[in-house]
């Protein structure tokens, strides 16, 4: 399927691949011809956010390709792997305002058959933080990176640091596996009121959206202490906890301070060093974040 | 460090290379070149079987890289691992002699990561036979071979029969996680008397030898038995059983008939279609051997 570039001057037309023998085939000949390939794997239902990691993977390119693929095995049995928003045309469309070479969108059944039974596991950053309350979560994660980078045979791929934990996961994955993809990590992205951006945002609405934003305010408070000279893990993680707690609809799972880079959990705080990370239930959704102190 | 060839005319010396760096840089040339690599990978101890895998990969290839490398990972903690027989100079000798144009000889150390958290695991096909008795080994297996694929970049590898199961792990492996890597398998090779040719055959003596050639004699009336038309799996199990306990030095730990390419297990025999499976303790050393029936 071929789509015609308007905007912006291009060479050729940005492609959408649907499936994994082609985009092989077309990374194949990319290699080949010497062209260097990113890859930025989304679930789609594109924002801001992963335009930033777009860019990033322009920057260190010949070639772009955006998976887009609701990876079912990454959601528990509970979780919203249905409702999970959906809007290939329009990630589509952003994709090839940005200047994307390839989205590359498979089935599910394309990408899993019906007897897999093969699962890249990594066992000890996945064991803290999301992987607590997402039991099998960094599997999925870890086998779906894995099936991609062998798909798609990227270069670099692009990981956003929204998901820190699972760009930790990614980096020991690809060290322990001597995967040869290069790791990019790519800043999070707020909103203007603070809020990260997350595909999961769609599902808020009214008052939500301002209770979402105690979730960086609370990260900044945590922050700030942190540079007023609390290096106490114990007692910045309480106030975090404490901020969060002043709204109703806030439930927190964990608020955590870990090693910035590998996302393990660490015995005292090292300014810059040191990340923030927090999951809580606003209502019925699940939200993210997390901030280096 | 280099070898040079004596008594066959080669382009090259055989190369030993020992460092994951260096070994991948050699790949990465070789295909630069466009030559096609071909993978054995071996636990090292090498004897004729192994040298029979070689034989193929030379047929299938431009360049054969041999492994030696007693993987850690995939030995039990009351496992043989620290006496399972090493060789490192014979083995490089006969590999020399054979034609390879690489070993690729890693330490531990430069494999394994002491912190290393990521394992590669098959729950379906690893679940019988040998998965049963020896928790983790296929883990230790699918691990240690995506990352001796990923390290050497090999366009096929050769794997032996006599280790069957293995054999449909990885092919399973390679199939879920899409590794551009083509499986060959190789037959099982035996001594005159029957016996299947494995590394550790050098833990028997005298009067051992002579009793460890009841597992092929064994498998071969079962083998007649559906030459004679017994399709029944209890029937031609049980007989296979009976066989084996005639000395009092074998303990059985499975014979079992399963589909002669997936290793799964069968509901009723077809001829050319099953493998009889089975692994004994002989006295102290664990053994396996398979027939296709």
Excluded at 18 to 46: D, N, Y
Excluded at 137 to 150: K, P
């Amino acid at each position: 399927m071929l789509v015609n570039s308007h905007k912006y001057g291009r060479r050729t037309a940005m492609k959408i691949i649907q499936t994994p023998k082609e985009m092989s085939e077309f990374s194949e000949k990319m290699r080949g011809e010497g062209k260097k390939i990113a890859l930025v794997p989304t679930m789609g239902a594109l924002h801001e956010g992963h335009m930033s990691l777009i860019d990033i993977a322009k920057k260190n390119a010949d070639i772009v390709v955006v998976s887009v693929f609701v990876n079912p095995t990454q959601f528990g049995p509970n979780e919203d792997f249905a409702a999970y928003p959906r809007s290939l045309e329009a990630d589509a469309a952003a994709c090839e305002e940005r200047g994307v070479d390839v989205v590359f969108a498979p089935s599910a059944s394309s990408i899993y058959r019906k007897d897999a039974s093969t699962y890249v596991v990594e066992e000890e950053v996945s064991a803290n933080l999301c992987g607590k309350s997402r039991p099998n979560h960094f599997r999925g994660v870890a086998t779906v990176v894995s099936i991609l980078f062998n798909i798609v045979r990227p270069h670099a791929a692009v990981f956003g640091e929204k998901d820190a934990q699972q760009v930790s996961v990614i980096e020991r994955m690809v060290r322990d596996l001597f995967i040869d993809v290069e790791i990019i990590r790519a800043p999070l992205v707020r909103e203007k009121s603070g809020l990260a951006l997350s595909s999961r945002n769609k599902y808020l609405h009214g008052a939500q959206l301002e209770t979402a934003r105690r979730l960086s305010q609370a990260l900044l408070v945590g922050k700030k202490m942190v540079e007023d000279g609390c290096l106490n893990i114990h007692r910045v993680k309480a106030e975090i906890v404490n901020q969060l707690s002043r709204s109703s609809r806030i439930r927190v799972i964990y608020v955590e301070i870990v090693d910035a880079k590998t996302s393990l959990p660490v015995k005292e705080i090292v300014p810059g060093k040191c990340r923030a990370a927090l999951a809580v239930w606003l209502d019925q959704t699940r939200l993210i974040d997390n901030m280096v102190l």
